[in-house]
Structures are given as structure tokens and as C-alpha cells.
Nanobody, 118 residues
């Protein structure tokens, strides 16, 4: 089992940057693929990025490609999402998640608010 605790987020002006962090517990952290999701008010939760267990492969939603970078440090049990060139439409609660297998996610962080002002 993995517990995920998120930090980072906050309020930033359009064009600015933020970094989200997700700390995982347990020695199995390095065996999980990890994902980032977000949920805007009144919207369904949507996929943002997925990073393989080793960090070698990363996949992004088209809307964030070239602006967001997902990375991980397995030695520290940490997952990151660097968000640059932020836009008001990026405003949402962001979640990290851990996946034991190729489909679905099994464990979720508590979520952190990101607000981008225009």
C-alpha cells in the first residue's frame, strides 16, 4: 500500500509557474507508475500526465504538453509536476495517484488547489 501526501499549489498569475510535489510512503513506491490528474469546478476529473515506474516514459494531455513536466525521484519517494506558462484554464484541484498495473489508479493524494488568475 502507498500513501500519497501532496504539497505545493497556490495562487499564481497567468504566465507564471508552480511546482507540485507528491510524497509517497513505503518501499514499493518505485514499482508504481504515477499519474497527475485535475478537477476544475463543475467538471469531471481529467488526466494530466502519467510517468512510468522508472521515470523513463512520460505521457501528457495535449493541453499541457510543452508547459508541464512530470518527474520522479524514487530514491526520495517523490513525484513532481512542474507547471510553466500557466493559464486560467489550468485552475483546478490537482491530484497525484499511484497505479499498480497498466490500467487504473489504486491510491490517491488528498489534492491541492491551483488557481491561475488572468
Amino acid at each position: 500500500q502507498v500513501q500519497l501526501v501532496q504539497s505545493g499549489g497556490g495562487l499564481v498569475q497567468a504566465g507564471g509557474s508552480l511546482r507540485l510535489s507528491c510524497a509517497g510512503s513505503g518501499r514499493a513506491f518505485s514499482t508504481y507508475a504515477m499519474g497527475w490528474f485535475r478537477q476544475a469546478p463543475g467538471e469531471e476529473r481529467e488526466f494530466v500526465a502519467r510517468i512510468s515506474s522508472t521515470g523513463a516514459n512520460v505521457y501528457y494531455q495535449d493541453a499541457v504538453k510543452g508547459r508541464f513536466t512530470a518527474s520522479r525521484d524514487n530514491a526520495k519517494n517523490m513525484l513532481y509536476l512542474q507547471m510553466n506558462s500557466l493559464r486560467p484554464e489550468d485552475t483546478a484541484v490537482y491530484y497525484c495517484a499511484a497505479a499498480r498495473g497498466p490500467e487504473g489508479y489504486d491510491y490517491w493524494g488528498q489534492g491541492t488547489q491551483v488557481t491561475v488568475s488572468s
